[in-house]
């Protein structure tokens, strides 16, 4: 079972935005030096998972997170609020996701 959480909306906005099509797979991973923070921010690519991926499906996607990526995503739950045209990321394990400790 994935540690993760991608809604529905969410799925939907990467598979318009990124053209995705049923059964594509995107890694959800760790970008080490956000914008002026110098600190973390989300990062996705279009490919396979390795071995110890944790994976799942949304909306016809498949999202996941290599292992070594793992420890910053357990819980985070990615939404999308419409009404302000935004991903949001959550984690009730990191108080700051820009800047975990």
Not at 12 to 25: I, N
């Amino acid at each position: 079972m994935a540690s993760f959480t991608v809604k529905k909306e969410a799925a939907r906005l990467y598979k318009q935005e990124m053209e995705l099509a049923e059964g594509d797979y995107i890694r959800l991973f760790v970008r080490v030096g956000g914008v002026g923070s110098g600190g973390y921010s989300m990062g996705v690519a279009k490919e396979k998972p390795e071995a110890g991926s944790d994976v799942l499906q949304a909306d016809g996607i498949y999202f996941f997170v290599n292992p070594q990526d793992q420890w910053y995503m357990n819980g985070m739950v990615v939404s999308y609020d419409p009404q302000i045209d935004l991903l949001i990321f959550e984690n009730p394990n990191i108080q700051d996701v820009t800047n975990p400790r």
